[in-house]
């Protein structure tokens, strides 16, 4: 081995250096070169251990030059390549802005928000509010202000859940219509209000119930409002709700806060009121509770009975939805299934 040898090595390595193509490929040629055992200028070591005097130095300053002029050359290939790796990656990150795009999932609201969505703006167009309350509500407005004392018999029609430990003394409101009651405390009529909420009674679940529903409750209260304008303002909303053509019939029924108090009904939507299976030859399809404000309801919020008049209704948008869309078991709203949710 001669200082020739060495520096014929190095130019070999310089060449081979060049043509690496990747981080690999130049892994490969620093180890064919350098590597400790094997790599042919690292071979020359060995003679160089054994070459004596002026032979010795000679031989070491070409081992140096060699293996230092290989390794920058190294080094600089390496840095190449890098640059060459974070170029291709920058490009493929830039964006093609006429790429198609993947169809995104889109979300939609709930059919039961839908349909309360719904009733608050055919009640906005017919100037309502519409107000929200607590759903933790005491006995005096769930109850007692609604003409419903303790003891009342109609309070075994509202399951009621009560509150425990510290809390005792509230319940869960069994109607949004305590908010009726703190809107006519609050202010003096004319009242057109609706209010949406969710409400609870401790039913057992099946088809047509779940413990924890919806309600829409509204109020009308002014001078001169009679059965007429109730029974004007249901046709009108629901006809919206369910189309013109199906009929709207209203049954005397009781609620304690109500006199009269009126249920209406809206015409089987395959039968128009006929009778047919789908409606169990019934022809017709409960669909609120209604009726003139009680006097004493109006009399015990500070509201003349004598000067003022008005209705009341409650519609619940579970059931309003469950029939609009041909669904038989109201729970099936609440599993919160995407199957069932996407076909809205
Ligand atoms: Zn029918």
Redesign the pocket.
């Known amino acids: 081995m001669t200082g020739d040898d060495l520096q014929a090595l190095a130019l070999s390595a310089l060449g081979d250096i060049a043509g690496a193509a990747d981080a690999d490929q130049l892994e490969e040629v620093r180890r064919r070169y350098l590597a400790r055992h094997g790599g042919s200028i690292a071979e020359a070591a060995i003679e160089l251990s054994r070459a004596q005097g002026e032979e010795r130095a000679v031989l070491g300053q070409a081992f140096n030059a060699a293996k230092r002029t290989v390794t920058e050359a190294l080094e600089r290939r390496q840095a190449e390549l890098e640059a060459a790796v974070r170029e291709r990656e920058l490009l493929a990150e830039s964006l093609d802005v006429s790429h198609p795009l993947r169809p995104l999932d889109r979300g939609h609201q709930h059919p039961v928000a839908r349909t309360v969505r719904e009733i608050e703006d055919i009640f906005l167009r017919l100037g309502y509010a519409v107000v929200a309350g607590p759903e933790i509500e005491d006995d005096l407005h769930n109850f007692q202000l609604l003409n419903m004392p303790p003891e009342h018999p109609a309070r075994d029609g509202h399951d009621t859940f009560y509150l425990a430990g510290e809390a005792a003394g509230w319940l869960y409101r069994t109607h949004t219509s305590p908010m009726q009651i703190r809107t006519m405390l609050a202010g003096q009529p004319p009242f057109r209000i609706i209010v949406p909420g969710k409400v609870a009674r401790r039913d057992n679940p099946d088809p047509t119930h779940n413990p924890v529903f919806h309600q829409v409750e509204g109020l009308c209260v002014d001078e001169g409002v009679t059965v007429a304008d109730l029974k004007g303002t249901l046709e009108h909303v629901l006809g919206q709700l369910f189309g013109k053509r199906r009929g709207v019939r209203l049954r005397a029924s009781f609620f304690p806060y109500t006199e009269p108090s009126l249920e209406a009904d809206v015409a089987?939507?395959?039968?128009?009121?006929?009778?047919?299976?789908?409606?169990l030859?019934?022809?017709w399809i409960e669909i609120l509770g209604s009726g003139m404000v009680h006097p004493e309801v109006l009399a015990a919020v500070g509201v003349d009975p004598d000067r003022y008049s008005g209705f009341a209704f409650g519609m619940g948008p579970d059931r309003i939805t469950a029939l609009r869309y041909g669904i038989r078991d109201v729970r099936e709203l609440y599993e919160n299934d995407l199957r069932l949710l996407e076909g809205f």
């Open positions: 089987c939507g395959i039968c128009l009121g006929e009778g047919c299976r789908s409606c030859n019934k022809g």
